[in-house]
C-alpha cells in the first residue's frame, strides 16, 4: 500500500489526545481535532467505504451536535478524542483479524448486514472476504471499470460467491452493490 493511503494516525495517539484535552482554548482543540480526523477519515475513502461512511457519519454527527449547541465543548472534545481512538483501532484490526487491507475491506462490505454476521458468523464472513479478493484480483483488468461486460462478469463472479457460502439472498444485492464500489477503489488504489 502506499504511504499517501495510510493515515497518521501516530498523531492521533494517547499523549497527543492527552494535550488537546488539556488545551486552554477548546474551541482551538475542537477545530484541530476536527480536522486530523477528518483527514484520517479520508484516508479510509481509499481503500474501506464501509468504514469511511461509518466515520464520517459518527464525526459529522458529533460537529453537527456542537453546532447546534446540544452539547458543550469539552464534550465535543470527548467524542472526538473517542473517535479517534476508534479509528486507531480499525487501524489496527487488520492485524488481529490477520486479514489485509483488501480482504478487511471486502469483509467490512459483507459483514455490513448484521444478519449476514449473526447468520453466518465472522469466520465464514472472512473466508468469502479472502476468496473475493483472490477472484476479483485475478479478473481485474486495466480497463474494467469502464467497460460494462468485464463489470457484469465481475458482478457474476461475485455472486456465484455469495451464493456458494449461502450469503442471505435478500441481502445479496446490498452486498455486491458494496463489493463492487469498493473492488473500483481496489482497482484505483492498485493503479494509482
Known amino acids: 500500500m502506499c504511504p499517501a493511503c ?6 492521533l495517539s494517547d499523549e497527543f489526545m492527552e494535550e488537546v484535552k488539556g488545551m486552554k482554548q477548546k474551541n ?3 477545530e484541530l481535532l476536527s480536522r486530523l480526523l477528518k483527514g484520517n477519515i479520508k ?3 481509499r481503500r474501506n467505504l464501509v468504514q469511511f461512511r461509518k466515520f464520517s457519519e459518527m464525526l459529522e454527527s458529533s460537529i453537527r451536535k456542537y453546532q447546534n449547541r446540544a452539547i458543550e465543548t469539552t464534550q465535543i472534545i470527548m467524542e472526538l478524542i473517542e473517535l479517534a481512538k476508534e479509528i486507531n483501532a480499525a487501524e489496527k484490526r487488520g492485524e488481529k483479524t490477520g486479514l489485509t487491507q483488501d480482504e478487511l475491506a471486502f469483509y467490512d462490505a459483507l459483514a455490513e448486514n ?11 464472513l472472512m473466508q468469502i472476504a479472502k476468496d473475493l479478493t483472490v477472484s476479483i484480483k485475478k479478473n481485474l483488468s486495466v480497463d474494467w471499470a469502464i467497460r460494462d461486460n468485464v463489470q457484469a462478469k465481475m458482478r457474476m463472479i461475485v455472486k456465484r460467491l455469495l451464493k456458494k457460502y449461502g450469503y442471505p439472498p435478500d441481502k445479496t444485492e ?3 452493490d458494496v463489493v463492487m464500489e469498493q473492488t473500483k477503489k481496489m482497482c484505483e488504489n492498485d493503479s494509482g
Open 28 to 30: 482551538l482543540a475542537v
Open 43 to 45: 484516508a479510509f475513502s
Open 6 to 11: 495510510i493515515p497518521c494516525i501516530a498523531i
Open 114 to 124: 448484521e444478519s449476514a454476521r449473526e447468520v453466518m458468523g465472522d469466520e465464514i
Open 174 to 176: 446490498r452486498a455486491l
